[in-house]
């Protein structure tokens, strides 16, 4: 099937404590793309990626880095979590620009 | 500043009536207005998507239309059943995106009441 999956669905943790989201599609799509959803402000664009090793920064990239070592894996990592950062997370995969995004099933973060 | 503004933030219609949800954008080069379709504790998944050369596009009970020299397109949801209880978002791209991002609108949270 295809699909993105990302680890874990749940996760609270504190203050400062790094942390590593995983996520991993199976389509051989080239972009990845992480996002956050926080109430009325819909999705937003963290980082991006449009092959291995190739990565940007989106619309909200602070106090969040990527990496993208194998085409199906692009783990989103918060190298000190804030309480901001409290939020409900995806990771996409896309075939290529102007096609639609396969989304993972997300991770919600509580930081405290 | 939100580039997709997107209304109601929520409706509730009744069973078998018309869902009806719109997105204005102010970026002119947009030329890829996708709607995503989010049941709880899911991913969005897209519903159906549009390109600025046609005006209607029309995929079992969900019809996009598009209106480019107002820069608004909306979602109907014709026969609206229990099952279409979700959340929708609209959302936009320019050609060559970088990334092939999107820009989301907030969302709109709809209830279809049996």
């Known amino acids: 099937e295809a699909q993105v999956t990302q680890n874990p669905r749940y996760l609270i943790t504190v203050t400062g404590k790094k942390l590593t989201v995983t996520c991993s599609q199976n389509?051989?799509?080239?972009?990845m793309s992480w996002y956050r959803q926080d109430p009325g402000l819909g999705l937003r664009q963290i980082y991006y990626?449009?092959?291995?090793?190739?990565?940007d920064k989106g619309d909200v990239p602070e106090g969040y880095k990527v990496s993208r070592k194998e085409k199906r894996n692009f783990p989103l990592i918060l190298e000190s979590p804030s309480p901001n950062q409290t939020s409900l997370y995806f990771c996409?995969?896309?075939?290529?620009?102007?096609?639609?995004?396969?989304f993972g099933s997300g991770t919600r973060l509580t930081v405290v | 500043q939100q580039q997709v503004k997107q209304s109601p933030q929520s409706l509730i219609v009744q069973k078998g009536g018309i869902s009806i949800i719109n997105c204005a954008y102010e970026?002119?080069?947009?030329?890829?207005f996708p709607w995503y379709q989010q049941f709880p504790g899911k991913g969005p998944a897209l519903l159906i998507a549009?390109?600025?050369?046609?005006s209607e596009k029309k995929e079992g009970r969900f019809t996009i239309s598009f209106n480019k020299s107002a820069k608004q397109f909306s979602l109907h949801i014709m026969d609206s059943q229990p099952g279409d209880s979700a959340t929708y978002f609209c959302a936009a791209s320019p050609p060559q995106a970088a990334g092939n991002k999107l820009t989301f609108g907030g969302g709109t949270r709809v209830l279809v009441k049996p």
């Open positions: 996409a995969s896309s075939p290529g620009i102007g096609a639609g995004y396969t």
């Open positions: 389509m051989n799509h080239e972009y």
């Open positions: 549009i390109r600025p050369d046609v």
């Open positions: 990626s449009m092959n291995v090793e190739v990565t």
């Open positions: 970026n002119t080069a947009f030329d890829y």
